[in-house]
């Protein structure tokens, strides 16, 4: 809507844009969908207003009358990201009225300092309304319950999830006053005797059920309208949703509270939720162009480099980092001169000396039974890895898979072998074939193009069943198509532009000199002695109030008490803390977190699960001892 009023077009024309460019985008990424569904269709209004509906005629909405922010100019309601103003967290001034793009706070309109209008700068001003609301409390024990039932989610989706249960679940409004979106059906209105004109459904309420909209769209394309039902009505039903850690909430309490308030539809299976990318260390912004576009990374490099480096680089346990230096890093030492080494040198060595068939196999030694072993078991490892979303252990497993093959031909030397013995260097070079196919069908799921270049150049099919993907069923005497380079260098000159245009886009007052993660610059002695770092202890602690993760603590640093705060409320009960010695940075800048001020930091020490644990002295130790 924001973007319709600076371009003066409809909001149809802005959906409609963005909804092609993305389905181009995707496609153009190797990524398909059975349904590219929209939120816009007649189906899902349908869809969702019935579900509203249901809801309402089964009294489950509290109805609420209130004061909002109201742009006096625009004759609008201020709701999310209408409004504009200073973040109470960190003080960026352009913070939206649902989060903080600098310091990923989530807030709402009222925390806003100095609101604005983001349509037309006004000061906004209280007015009353009404709204629906979805009583989550009384949700609660059964959400409790469910989630208890699924030990095996991801440790970062349970830890936010109980960090919701903890603060106690809220009432969530499920309606807006807004022009457009999915309007509240009147006469569901006048049953409560309340007015409808003027409000739509939360994007929230209702973008979960176009899941459902969608999949009715997809059995009506198929010819089978009923065929939705056997998909969110039947038990053996696994809905799965991929989503980034803001979304959690969505997904893991308000969407299933709604289901379960329904009755009709299945719960998820699982919601194995990503945490956040970062961009050359800062935050991704689209609105600000901090962001790297699909259609300009096309004109200059592959979609499998992108696909490989962040299946090896996903957030899914704790915040990462994208950078182009980390990216054409992976993309020469791994894809370039690992699996593309690899590949290339097989298939070159066979045209050459083999005529490009594929050549017998002779006597195994122990070097061949151990390649053999894991072309058999690695599939399956990483089989397992994917039905567990461990993308991440997949990709390097894969590729480890390409080194061990690469060393493989290094330590047998065909090119020795060659005249000594014909037999041994034709067993080498079958196995290494054999190696190329198992790795293209392995390669297919996160580098799916260079997959069907392979599958073309071994002369297969595109049809490689992934069971059989650690078999050696190419047979001798058959016959290769010419090697091709599958993946060419990437060079400095065509990656410092980007990072230059990302440092120019950069969000102003981001901390511009913030070093990638993989990047460790040496520091003298000098300036690590700059670092006061002192033993102190707990003396109180207890939780920040509105901050899920953060604990207030006073502590004994021996000359003198002070105030920290701390993100390790997830990790830590307050009760557990009091007493324990811990080490602080004695000498960092007072900071106002949430509003409250923080002397100092206590070191803790975290790993890839997200697991945390605070430093503590093995001995203990007099307050305010010095770390050196
Ligand atoms: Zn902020």
Known sequence: MLRARTEGVSPQVIVDRYHEQNEKSFARFGMSFDY?????????????????????????FTLKSEEQLFDPEAGIFLADRFVRGTCPSCGYEDAYGDQCEKCGSSLSPEDLIEPRSAITNATPIRKKTSHWYLPLPKFQKRLEKWIGSHPEWKQNVLGQVKSWFNDGLRDRAVTRDLPW?????????????????????????DAPIGYIS??????????????????????????????????????????????MAHG????????????????????????????????????????????????????????????????????????????????????????????????????????DRELIGKLKDVPVRLGELIEKYQ?????????????????????????????????????????????????????????????????????????????KAGELTLKEGHELNKAEILFSKIEDKT??????????????????????????????????????????????AEKVEKANRLLKMQIDLGTEKRQIIAGIAEHYSPEELVGKQIVVVANLEPATIRGVESNGMLL??????????????????????KIS
Request: contains cysteine; proline residues 5%.
């Open 36 to 60: 590219y569904g929209r939120t816009s269709s007649p189906v899902h209004h349908e869809t969702s207003q019935d579900f509203f509906k249901k809801l309402a005629k089964d009294d489950v």
């Open 181 to 205: 979106g999915v309007n509240i059906p009147e006469d569901v209105a006048k049953a409560k005797n309340t007015d409808a004109s003027g409000k739509v459904l939360y994007v929230w309420f």
């Open 214 to 259: 969608a999949t009715k769209e997809w059995a009506e394309q198929k010819g089978e309208p009923e065929l939705w039902k056997k998909y969110w009505q039947e038990e053996s039903t696994r809905l799965i949703h991929f989503i980034g850690k803001d979304n959690i909430v969505f997904h893991c309490l308000i969407f299933p509270a709604m289901l």
């Open 264 to 367: 009709d539809y299945v719960l998820p299976e699982n919601v194995p939720a990503n945490e956040f990318l970062n961009l050359e260390g800062n935050k991704l912004s689209t609105s600000r162009d901090y962001a790297v576009w699909l259609d300009d990374y096309l004109k200059k490099f592959d979609a499998d480099s992108l696909r490989y480096v962040l299946a090896g680089n996903l957030p899914e346990t704790r915040d990462s980092d994208f950078s182009w230096k980390d990216f054409q890093a992976r993309h020469n030492n791994e894809l370039a001169d690992i699996l593309g080494n690899f590949i290339n040198r097989t298939l070159i060595f066979n045209q050459k000396n083999f005529s490009g068939k594929v050549p017998p196999t002779g006597e195994y030694d122990e070097l």
């Open 391 to 467: 993308f991440k252990a997949y990709t390097r497993e894969f590729m480890d898979l390409a080194r061990f093959a690469n060393k493989y031909f290094n330590d047998k030397e065909p090119w020795k072998a060659l005249k000594a013995n014909n037999e041994a260097c034709a067993t080498t070079i079958n196995l290494c074939i054999q190696t190329v196919r198992t790795l293209s069908i392995l390669a297919e799921p996160i580098l799916p193009f260079s997959a069907r270049k392979i599958w073309k150049i071994l002369g297969i099919s595109e049809n490689q069943e992934w069971d």
């Open 495 to 540: 990656i410092e532009p980007e990072v230059r245009r990302l440092q120019e886009a950069a969000v102003p007052s981001a901390p511009a000199e913030q070093k990638e993660e993989t990047e460790m610059d040496k520091i003298n002695f000098d300036t690590f002695k700059q670092i006061e770092l002192r033993v102190a202890t707990i003396l109180e």
């Open 604 to 625: 803790a020490a975290t790993n890839e699960e997200g697991n945390l644990s605070i430093i503590t002295p093995q001995k203990a130790m007099p307050n305010g001892s």
